[in-house]
């Protein structure tokens, strides 16, 4: 039986391409997505041409009723669950401290973090041997911006990345004796629609000239971090932190 995977915001970008190369490497795929239906469901078709089994599953991961929801039917239409992307990630460009409401930041916080939190309580609920779970494997998409702060850009989501991060080193230790593992993964710029709002002129030429690789990274090039922190190659790493960030 091929292990099943859960990749919250897995329509576009670094979540996609896990997805894709998790299936690739024999898994079947649980594509969590919030808007884009039309892009999930033509993942999920693709993926399905390669033999996956894949169930598409609508929810705002922000909302703890749905993300109990998502989790209830994978359960029921797929099976266990072996291993968790936490990947839904979102930042507004270019703003200072001065600048920032409640509501933007409570946003920040809670879609980037708090949904980790939650799909993470979900996932140990099934895959701890304390709960006759089999085991299993939690992956976060942190981001480098947790070790910079990203003053004058977005420090908020800095924060959320930073939380991120703490959550990492700190579940781990909880969950190491029930059979689980978690990692993060901390991306540097990476070439996504997440950077679809470049911001001001020259600004993504001026970040991708500072990165010592002197280039952004694709998205793959995460995804292949990703599936090896979820693979056995990586059965001795848990509370780790893995910049993919070309060397910044
Ligand atoms: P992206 O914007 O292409 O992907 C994010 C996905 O999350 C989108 O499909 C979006 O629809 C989905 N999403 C947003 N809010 C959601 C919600 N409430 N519920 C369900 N889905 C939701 O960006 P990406 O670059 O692929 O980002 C993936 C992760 O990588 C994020 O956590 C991001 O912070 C992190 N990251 C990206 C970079 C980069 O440079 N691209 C760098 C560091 C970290």
Redesign the pocket.
């Known amino acids: 039986m091929r292990p099943i995977a859960l990749v919250?915001?897995?329509?576009?970008?670094?979540?996609a391409a896990t997805a894709r190369l998790l299936a690739k490497q024999g898994y079947d795929l649980c594509l969590?997505?919030?808007?884009?239906a039309a892009a999930a469901e033509a993942l999920a078709a693709e993926l399905q041409g390669s033999g996956a089994r894949v169930l598409t599953v609508q929810?705002?991961?922000?909302d703890e009723d749905q993300v109990v929801a998502m989790f209830q039917r994978i359960d029921q239409e797929m099976g266990p669950l072996y291993a968790l992307v936490n990947?839904?990630?979102?930042?507004k460009r270019q703003s200072r401290l001065v600048d920032m409401d409640a509501a933007r930041i409570n946003h920040i916080l809670t879609?980037?973090v708090t949904?980790a939190f939650i799909c993470s309580r979900e996932a140990v609920k099934r895959m701890s041997r304390e709960f006759g779970g089999l085991g299993g494997v939690i992956v976060n998409?942190?981001?480098?911006?947790s070790k910079y702060g990203s003053p004058n850009e977005y420090i908020d989501?800095a924060a959320s990345?930073g939380a991120m991060d703490t959550l990492t080193l700190g579940l781990a230790g909880e969950v190491a004796g029930q059979g689980i593992r978690v990692n993060a993964v901390?991306?540097?710029?990476?070439?996504?629609?997440?950077?679809a709002d470049g911001g001001e002129p020259g600004r993504i030429e001026r970040v991708k000239s500072a990165i010592p690789l002197r280039r952004?990274?694709h998205?793959d090039e995460?995804a292949n971090v990703i599936a090896f922190l979820i693979s056995d190659q990586a059965s001795y790493m848990t509370g780790s932190l893995l910049d993919v960030a070309g060397g910044r």
């Open positions: 919250t915001g897995a329509s576009r970008g670094i979540g969590n997505y919030r808007q884009q929810a705002d991961v922000a990947n839904v990630g979102v930042l879609t980037n949904s998409v942190s981001s480098a911006a989501y990345k901390r991306p540097g710029f990476i070439d996504t629609d997440i950077h952004g990274g998205p995460v």
